[in-house]
């Protein structure tokens, strides 16, 4: 790995954490805290954390000291109130009526103590008609139509259980990325924030611009056409994103998006010849006849076919230009070179391993803890006797990251997306794109750019020209923040690499991300999001890790493309998207310390590995992952889908002999035929077929208003999909988390909420900007006139969309 930039100290040095969280979601985020050397003491209830028996259980405690706080005694109120006195930060996990009922609401910590940064973390939110439902993963991906884009993946109707936990690692992130920002804005005025994030404001993350192009369908059919009807199968994957199986049987990802890398896949694949078929678009490397089109498919696959995994393997990471990775599970990932040689994984005592640290930052590196301990009164004894100060200053009520200054070179989705979660929060985000725009402008109908550049402005140089350069150069004099997503190498060369950025401005925080990382065999090959979903397991997690090994006739490889594909959705971008906010402002929060900034490297396959963090760990008696069933319903009789009346599907989930008898009790209430709660204990068939005769006798959305309104685990998962259920459904609505923005082409549009809210959470967001659209604004702010601004457009040294002279004109 590589070498510390300056002598070393703890990023988060000094700061305190006091834990009441439950599970993973706080979990992660406070021992992502403690990686950086923040204190964390884990208060639990009486008994302790029911989530603890989870097998990545050890690795969500680590670092931290754990102590037993019982808040339905009066001497327990009394303890927590001294323990937030000398706290910075308590994190809390819970349905809204009992977060009162426990006293941890906002208003009644605040009061007592203005400094103390309050983070709530919930299933469904705060508010809402759906706020008191459990806040379980897949109960809220079920309500919120998540469960419907895995429609096809096996042979049957209905929403299909989506199993990777994307909403707990986006979840995670926010909490550390808005307790962070909160802690950045209280060093300006001693005032505490209220930080609100939830499982489903997690899940939007993965938003990706359907709700856009859903909203402008009917205004502009041309450009934003209907989306194809439901069908049994998933589509075929476009050639340049397609899964193929080799000679040996193994499966690869193949990631080419741009025209560049996909001509580099057929030379190195001896398939060039496509290039001079006539109906050949290279623009959108597919053939224009369907017939040619799906015959050079089948001659693609079949040639994959030709020979080994690890022999293409070899053959691509020589080339250095494809993108290309095999499919693995978790278990294999855990070796893989690449995540092995960026420190991604980490020896623990036990003999095992687990996740490495988030980042890597050059002059405040990580350093992960042991195994969750006794607190034995050491934190609690220091902190009771160490109170905070109480703010002397007006509390200021701006955004919490209002002043920072972000500057980001950046492409597609991970790492601009990244920036825009800054931008919500309250930095200043200046885009600053190659001339014509980011490429990603061009795919999807700009939809998708739309939603990763929300809340920026916007400039467009050739940063190859001296001129470009020295333009990029000063903005980069006094930034807070530099955020890019080149190749080593290619920073060096374009005169912005760490080293003379960091002579220029000492205090920027300097976050490079790319694909695999600097170290490792992938160091120097670019990667799309097809890649780390594939090679961190989360494609094999999704189908059950029932995908077959003996070589197929084309015609079945075919088939499974659709299902390998669809399995391998658009979410490691957002996966590592939200890490990339997370590191920014650790190196941020570390700059408060230090006084300096420094290099933080973030890479999509150590951030996807976070997203499979319920898996990327062994130790001595590991419980394998839980699979789902071959039909793709769920984990178990008590936590899965269910066909109900009238073709609709439910999505049961009972985690606890407590959330059984509940069920059962509430069932005996309503004159139902309930299952004994020792069967339902038992699981297995006869549970499964207890519940099944159920669940047939009402519709879906019967069940969920007789047991969802008694705050039980059972919601409709065949409702809206996701863009119509952000839109139009109470519960986002009630959250804020969509607000009217006006796009500068295609006018006024409900755009996505915040991750993370602050306060209120009412604060207003702001729209994407187009190409160059900020270039006289910004340039003016550094001190170019209009005549050179001017004389810099016809040099070609800036651009702006077109649009934007028809907009003035």
């Given at each position: 790995?590589?070498?510390?930039?300056?002598?070393?100290?703890?990023?988060?040095?000094?700061?305190?954490?006091?834990?009441?969280?439950?599970?993973?979601?706080?979990?992660?985020?406070?021992?992502?805290?403690?990686?950086?050397?923040?204190?964390?003491?884990?208060?639990?209830?009486?008994?302790?954390?029911?989530?603890?028996?989870?097998?990545?259980?050890?690795?969500?405690?680590?670092?931290?000291?754990?102590?037993?706080?019982?808040?339905?005694?009066?001497?327990?109120?009394?303890?927590?109130?001294?323990?937030?006195?000398?706290?910075?930060?308590?994190?809390?996990?819970?349905?809204?009526?009992?977060?009162?009922?426990?006293?941890?609401?906002?208003?009644?910590?605040?009061?007592?103590?203005?400094?103390?940064?309050?983070?709530?973390?919930?299933?469904?939110?705060?508010?809402?008609?759906?706020?008191?439902?459990?806040?379980?993963?897949?109960?809220?991906?079920?309500?919120?139509?998540?469960?419907?884009?895995?429609?096809?993946?096996?042979?049957?109707?209905?929403?299909?259980?989506?199993?990777?936990?994307?909403?707990?690692?986006?979840?995670?992130?926010?909490?550390?990325?808005?307790?962070?920002?909160?802690?950045?804005?209280?060093?300006?005025?001693?005032?505490?924030?209220?930080?609100?994030?939830?499982?489903?404001?997690?899940?939007?993350?993965?938003?990706?611009?359907?709700?856009?192009?859903?909203?402008?369908?009917?205004?502009?059919?041309?450009?934003?056409?209907?989306?194809?009807?439901?069908?049994?199968?998933?589509?075929?994957?476009?050639?340049?994103?397609?899964?193929?199986?080799?000679?040996?049987?193994?499966?690869?990802?193949?990631?080419?998006?741009?025209?560049?890398?996909?001509?580099?896949?057929?030379?190195?694949?001896?398939?060039?010849?496509?290039?001079?078929?006539?109906?050949?678009?290279?623009?959108?490397?597919?053939?224009?006849?369907?017939?040619?089109?799906?015959?050079?498919?089948?001659?693609?696959?079949?040639?994959?076919?030709?020979?080994?995994?690890?022999?293409?393997?070899?053959?691509?990471?020589?080339?250095?230009?494809?993108?290309?990775?095999?499919?693995?599970?978790?278990?294999?990932?855990?070796?893989?070179?690449?995540?092995?040689?960026?420190?991604?994984?980490?020896?623990?005592?036990?003999?095992?391993?687990?996740?490495?640290?988030?980042?890597?930052?050059?002059?405040?590196?990580?350093?992960?803890?042991?195994?969750?301990?006794?607190?034995?009164?050491?934190?609690?004894?220091?902190?009771?006797?160490?109170?905070?100060?109480?703010?002397?200053?007006?509390?200021?009520?701006?955004?919490?990251?209002?002043?920072?200054?972000?500057?980001?070179?950046?492409?597609?989705?991970?790492?601009?997306?990244?920036?825009?979660?800054?931008?919500?929060?309250?930095?200043?985000?200046?885009?600053?794109?190659?001339?014509?725009?980011?490429?990603?402008?061009?795919?999807?109908?700009?939809?998708?750019?739309?939603?990763?550049?929300?809340?920026?402005?916007?400039?467009?140089?050739?940063?190859?020209?001296?001129?470009?350069?020295?333009?990029?150069?000063?903005?980069?004099?006094?930034?807070?923040?530099?955020?890019?997503?080149?190749?080593?190498?290619?920073?060096?060369?374009?005169?912005?690499?760490?080293?003379?950025?960091?002579?220029?401005?000492?205090?920027?925080?300097?976050?490079?991300?790319?694909?695999?990382?600097?170290?490792?065999?992938?160091?120097?090959?670019?990667?799309?999001?097809?890649?780390?979903?594939?090679?961190?397991?989360?494609?094999?997690?999704?189908?059950?890790?029932?995908?077959?090994?003996?070589?197929?006739?084309?015609?079945?490889?075919?088939?499974?493309?659709?299902?390998?594909?669809?399995?391998?959705?658009?979410?490691?971008?957002?996966?590592?998207?939200?890490?990339?906010?997370?590191?920014?402002?650790?190196?941020?929060?570390?700059?408060?310390?230090?006084?300096?900034?420094?290099?933080?490297?973030?890479?999509?396959?150590?951030?996807?590995?976070?997203?499979?963090?319920?898996?990327?760990?062994?130790?001595?008696?590991?419980?394998?992952?839980?699979?789902?069933?071959?039909?793709?319903?769920?984990?178990?009789?008590?936590?899965r889908l269910y066909p109900c009346a009238g073709g609709q599907w439910v999505f049961l989930a009972l985690a606890t002999g407590r959330e059984?008898?509940?069920?059962?009790?509430?069932?005996?209430?309503?004159?139902?035929?309930?299952?004994?709660?020792?069967?339902?204990?038992?699981?297995?068939?006869?549970?499964?077929?207890?519940?099944?005769?159920?669940?047939?006798?009402?519709?879906?959305?019967?069940?969920?208003?007789?047991?969802?309104?008694?705050?039980?685990?059972?919601?409709?998962?065949?409702?809206?999909?996701?863009?119509?259920?952000?839109?139009?459904?109470?519960?986002?609505?009630?959250?804020?988390?969509?607000?009217?923005?006006?796009?500068?082409?295609?006018?006024?549009?409900?755009?996505?909420?915040?991750?993370?809210?602050?306060?209120?959470?009412?604060?207003?967001?702001?729209p994407p900007p187009l190409a160059g659209q900020h270039n006289a604004e910004v340039l003016g702010e550094r001190g170019f006139d209009p005549?050179?601004?001017?004389?810099?457009?016809?040099?070609?040294?800036?651009?702006?969309?077109?649009?934007?002279?028809?907009?003035?004109?």
């Amino acid at each position: 790995m590589a070498a510390v930039d300056r002598p070393t100290r703890d990023a988060l040095a000094g700061l305190r954490i006091l834990d009441l969280g439950s599970g993973p979601a706080v979990g992660l985020a406070t021992m992502i805290l403690a990686d950086f050397g923040a204190e964390v003491l884990l208060a639990e209830r009486p008994g302790g954390d029911p989530f603890v028996a989870l097998p990545a259980a050890p690795l969500w405690r680590r670092g931290k000291h754990t102590t037993e706080l019982d808040l339905a005694t009066e001497a327990g109120r009394q303890r927590l109130h001294a323990l937030a006195a000398g706290a910075d930060v308590l994190v809390c996990s819970g349905r809204p009526s009992s977060l009162a009922r426990r006293g941890l609401d906002y208003g009644s910590l605040a009061r007592r103590h203005p400094h103390l940064v309050v983070a709530h973390v919930t299933g469904f939110g705060d508010t809402g008609p759906l706020a008191e439902l459990p806040g379980y993963e897949h109960v809220v991906a079920a309500r919120a139509g998540r469960m419907r884009l895995f429609s096809g993946l096996v042979e049957r109707d209905g929403p299909v259980f989506s199993a990777l936990q994307v909403g707990i690692h986006a979840c995670a992130q926010s909490t550390v990325a808005g307790i962070l920002a909160a802690l950045h804005a209280r060093a300006a005025d001693g005032h505490g924030r209220h930080v609100r994030t939830s499982i489903l404001q997690g899940l939007l993350a993965y938003e990706q611009g359907p709700m856009l192009g859903h909203q402008f369908r009917q205004r502009f059919p041309d450009q934003f056409p209907a989306p194809p009807a439901p069908a049994r199968e998933p589509p075929l994957p476009s050639l340049y994103y397609h899964p193929a199986q080799a000679g040996d049987g193994r499966w690869l990802q193949f990631g080419n998006l741009l025209p560049h890398l996909f001509d580099n896949f057929l030379r190195v694949t001896d398939l060039l010849e496509v290039l001079v078929e006539p109906t050949f678009e290279p623009a959108q490397m597919l053939l224009t006849d369907p017939d040619r089109h799906e015959a050079f498919r089948a001659r693609m696959l079949a040639r994959i076919q030709e020979r080994p995994a690890a022999d293409w393997m070899a053959d691509f990471v020589a080339d250095g230009g494809i993108v290309a990775g095999p499919y693995q599970t978790t278990r294999e990932a855990l070796a893989d070179p690449d995540i092995v040689a960026n420190g991604h994984v980490i020896a623990r005592d036990d003999g095992g391993v687990q996740l490495g640290p988030l980042a890597r930052m050059s002059a405040t590196p990580a350093r992960p803890g042991p195994d969750a301990k006794p607190d034995a009164g050491r934190l609690e004894s220091r902190w009771s006797t160490d109170p905070r100060a109480a703010p002397a200053a007006p509390r200021q009520s701006r955004l919490p990251l209002a002043g920072v200054r972000v500057v980001e070179i950046a492409t597609i989705i991970a790492a601009p997306m990244a920036a825009s979660c800054l931008a919500d929060m309250g930095a200043d985000v200046i885009k600053v794109e190659q001339i014509g725009g980011d490429p990603y402008r061009s795919l999807l109908a700009g939809v998708g750019s739309a939603r990763v550049n929300a809340g920026k402005r916007s400039i467009s140089v050739d940063l190859k020209s001296p001129e470009g350069r020295d333009i990029v150069l000063d903005l980069l004099r006094d930034a807070d923040v530099l955020i890019h997503n080149y190749r080593p190498g290619v920073p060096e060369r374009l005169g912005i690499g760490y080293a003379e950025i960091a002579a220029l401005n000492p205090r920027i925080v300097y976050l490079q991300a790319n694909g695999y990382g600097p170290d490792g065999p992938g160091a120097l090959r670019p990667s799309t999001h097809p890649i780390p979903g594939a090679a961190m397991g989360g494609v094999l997690f999704q189908l059950g890790e029932r995908v077959p090994r003996e070589v197929l006739p084309i015609e079945a490889v075919r088939s499974w493309t659709r299902r390998l594909m669809c399995a391998n959705e658009v979410n490691p971008d957002p996966n590592t998207a939200v890490v990339i906010a997370s590191a920014v402002l650790l190196g941020l929060a570390a700059r408060r310390g230090t006084g300096t900034g420094q290099r933080v490297i973030v890479d999509m396959f150590g951030a996807n590995a976070y997203a499979n963090h319920d898996d990327f760990l062994d130790y001595p008696g590991k419980p394998p992952r839980a699979l789902a069933d071959a039909g793709l319903h769920g984990l178990s009789a008590t936590y899965r889908l269910y066909p109900c009346a009238g073709g609709q599907w439910v999505f049961l989930a009972l985690a606890t002999g407590r959330e059984r008898q509940r069920f059962v009790d509430t069932l005996v209430a309503h004159g139902c035929d309930a299952p004994p709660a020792e069967l339902l204990a038992t699981g297995g068939v006869a549970a499964e077929a207890a519940l099944a005769a159920l669940f047939a006798a009402r519709t879906a959305q019967e069940w969920e208003d007789l047991l969802g309104g008694a705050g039980i685990g059972c919601v409709r998962a065949d409702g809206p999909p996701p863009a119509e259920f952000w839109l139009t459904d109470p519960q986002p609505r009630a959250l804020g988390l969509g607000q009217v923005v006006a796009h500068p082409r295609w006018g006024a549009y409900r755009r996505h909420g915040r991750l993370v809210q602050f306060d209120d959470g009412t604060q207003p967001v702001a729209p994407p900007p187009l190409a160059g659209q900020h270039n006289a604004e910004v340039l003016g702010e550094r001190g170019f006139d209009p005549g050179r601004i001017a004389e810099l457009h016809a040099a070609g040294v800036l651009w702006a969309d077109p649009a934007l002279a028809v907009r003035t004109s």
